[in-house]
């Protein structure tokens, strides 16, 4: 079933939004949006180091926001995994403590491990949404925010490790 107008402009303006917020934050390489043609997971991804995006996923069909550190190298993807392991919490215990930096209380998250399309190596965390509608509402984008910058200072280190070796 294709989205209907609404819900089009609804994901839009959320994606615009995020995207507006992000601009001029050097962390950050401007956003790209990747789109599958039937409309069931649309991506903005941030580059955050070579080989190394930050992304916004949203996927309407559940309706479901998920925000992660992807990467299409394998050796990158031990990287995120060592700093995980060497930390020596659970996957969901390491990205909580991101989230606190970045202002965002969630006591061990759900954090998705996998890949994608045999090419894609993500670690991801899933904010389920009652309604498509809720794209619109402050709390939604506020969480979805901080949960982006909750992800970069969980990998901060080893996405500055990366970026000095490039």
């Known amino acids: 079933m294709p989205l ?17 917020s992000l601009r001029g934050d050097e962390r950050f390489g401007p956003p790209e949006r990747v789109d599958r043609d039937d409309e069931s997971t649309l991506q903005s991804r941030f580059a955050v180091g070579e080989r190394l995006w930050l992304e916004l996923a949203l996927r309407p ?51 998705e491990h996998y890949r994608d399309q045999g090419k894609y190596f993500y670690f991801a965390t899933p904010l389920d949404l009652k309604a498509l509608s809720e794209l ?24 500055r490790k990366g970026a000095a070796q490039a």
């Not at 209907?4 to 507006?20: C, H, K, M, Q, V």
């Not at 990287?79 to 209380?105: R, Y």
């Not at 619109?136 to 996405?159: H, K, L, N, P, Q």
């Open 4 to 20: 209907d107008a609404a819900a089009r402009a609804s994901i839009n303006r959320f994606r615009d939004r995020l995207e507006a």
């Open 61 to 111: 069909f559940l309706p479901q926001v998920r925000v992660g550190i992807m990467t299409d190298d394998r050796w990158r993807s031990e990287d995120l995994e060592d700093a995980i392991e060497s930390s020596g919490d659970e996957m969901g215990e390491f990205v909580e403590m991101g989230f606190e930096e970045a202002g965002l209380t969630w006591k061990n998250p759900p954090v």
């Open 136 to 159: 619109d509402s402050d709390a939604v984008f506020d969480r979805t925010r901080r949960m982006f910058e909750g992800y970069f200072e969980a990998f901060r280190t080893t996405i």
